[in-house]
């Protein structure tokens, strides 16, 4: 369940904290073709079922961008901040892929509220993110978001 603030004054109570845990998703052959058909990225290991099972994991995998991708829906379970008009995201300043997501493996979003500074009209938040592997040692991605808040 998403931590609730109401407004950039309770949000920066917040700065230096965790958000918790999303819950976690299956990433699925569809996905990850329907990914592959939106981004033309159709490379064996992510669409070739019989060519990946003898390759490098064993199964499909996902691609990274759409691990990347899967970030927002997981991340609106950990944050909701109300009382703002505008929400964008900003950027990435840093995006590590440490492990292939096989097909079929189930991740989840662990998110720390790194900071809040004043922007223009706003604040920008920036939060560090694993995304977590279910069972695996190294997760899918880490990385590190930026997003704006406009009153």
Do not use: C
Not at 19 to 44: K, M, N, P, Y
Not at 63 to 74: D, E, K, Q, R, V
């Amino acid at each position: 369940m998403a931590i609730t603030v109401n407004g950039v004054d309770d949000l920066r109570k917040l700065a230096g904290g965790d958000l918790g845990t999303s819950e976690w998703i299956e990433v699925t052959q569809e996905r990850i073709d329907t990914f592959a058909d939106a981004t033309g990225d159709h490379q064996w290991i992510h669409v070739d079922t019989e060519k990946a099972a003898q390759g490098p994991f064993g199964a499909t995998v996902a691609h990274g961008y759409l691990t990347l991708s899967l970030f927002i829906p997981l991340f609106t379970e950990l944050l909701d901040v109300r009382g703002v008009t505008t929400k964008v995201n900003y950027g990435l300043d840093k995006v590590r892929f440490p492990s292939p997501v096989r097909v079929g493996s189930r991740i989840r979003l662990v998110g720390r509220l790194a900071g809040v500074e004043d922007v223009p009209g706003g604040v920008q938040i920036t939060v560090d993110d694993t995304i977590e592997i279910e069972g695996a040692q190294k997760p899918a991605a880490e990385l590190r978001s930026l997003s704006r808040l406009y009153a």
